[in-house]
C-alpha cells in the first residue's frame, strides 16, 4: 500500500446554497490544480481542472490509470463544450433533449483540449452531468472539469463517499459526499464524431431513448454481447482494461432462470467443498433458492434499475467480506440491462456461462 501524502478533506453537503463555502473551497482547490472528487447522478468522479495538463495528469497518477485512456470533460452549461470541441446538429439535438444526464458526447476537439485529457486522440468526450452538487462544483472552479470515476484503476467505481475514501484516502485533497448516487452505473458514451452515431460504453442513456431521436444508432463491434470478440480494437480505450472488478473471481452465469439456479447450486457445493469462501450476488426472485449461502441481493430481475443502483456496492462488499469466489446471475439485456450485464461481464472478465 502506498503511503498517503495528503490529508483528504470530507466535506458534507445537505444543501448546495447552505454548504456553498465548502463548494467554492473545493472549486479553489480544482481551479488551482488540484484533485477533488464529487458526487454525480451515475457514480462519484474524481476531478481536475480540464484546462491545465499538469493537473490532469495528478488524475492518472492517483488512479493508477494507464495513460491512453482518455478522460471526460464535464461542464455545468451547454455553451461551455464549444471552448474544446466543434459541435454539429447531432451533438446539438442530444444534448437538448438529454443534458444535463447520464449522455457522454465524443467529438471533434478543438487545440484547447489539452492531450492529458484525450490521450491524444482527436476527439473529446463531454458531458453535463444532473446531480446538483456537480453542477455547482463546476461553476465553484469557473472552468471545465476533467473526471473519471473515482476508483483505483480496474476496481468497481464508486457509488457513495465510503468508497472514494477507501480508495483516494491521502491522494487527493477532498470529497464532496452528496450521498449515493442515484443510478450507480456511468454514463452512456456515444461517439457523434462523424457517421453513424455509436454507443462505445452503454450506460445511464439506453439505446431504446436514443433511437427515437437520432433514428439510427450502432454499438460499436468491438463490444458486441461484451463477449471477447477476437481482436476488435475497442473506440472508447477504457473498454479494453479489466474494468469493474473486485478483487474476488466472478463467474457470471446467463440464460434459462432455471438452469442458472442449478448451476449456482452445483458450483456453490463445489466450491465449497475445496474450502472456497463463495458470495453470490442474484435477484430478488431467486434468493429463498440458496438457503445457507453468503448472498446479497440486486432487487428484482424485472427492473435493471435497481440492479444499477445496487451493483458496484455489491461487488465492494464481497471483498470486504473476504470472499474468494462471486457467482452472479445475470438479467435480462435490454433497457438499463444492457448496462448493468456490460459491467457484469467485464467483471467477470471473460468467465461467463452462457445456459
Ligand atoms: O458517468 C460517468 O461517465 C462517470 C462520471 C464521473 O461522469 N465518468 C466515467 O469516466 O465513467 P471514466 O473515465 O471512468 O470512463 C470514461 C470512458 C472510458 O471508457 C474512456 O475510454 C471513454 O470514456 N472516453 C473518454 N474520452 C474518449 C474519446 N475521446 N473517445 C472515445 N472514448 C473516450
Ligand atoms: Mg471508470
Known sequence: MQKPTQTTIHW???DTKKDAKYIKDAGNIIAAGGLVAFPTETVYGLGANALKGPAVKRIFQAKGRPADNPLIVHVADPAEVEQMAHLNDTAIKLMQTFWPGPLTLVLPKKPTAPDEVTAGLDTVAVRMPSHPVALALIKAAGVPIAAPSANLSGRPSPTTVWHVLEDMTG??????????CQLGVESTVLDVSDGTPTILRPGGVTAEQLQPVLGVVNYDPALENHRPK????????GVKYKHYAPKAEVILLEGSVAAVVDQTRQLLNQYQATGKRVGLLTSAENVSQYNGALTLTYGSRQNPATAAAGLYASLREFDR???DI?????I???GLGRAVMDRMRRAASGNIRVL
Request: aromatic letters at 0%; hydrophobic letters at 40%.
Open 12 to 14: 458534507m453537503i445537505k
Open 171 to 180: 491522494k487527493i485533497a477532498g470529497v464532496l459526499d452528496g450521498g449515493s
Open 230 to 237: 477476437g481482436d476488435i480494437k475497442p473506440r472508447s480505450p
Open 321 to 323: 467480506l473476504g470472499v
Open 326 to 330: 462471486i457467482i452472479a446471475e445475470g
Open 332 to 334: 435480462p439485456d435490454t
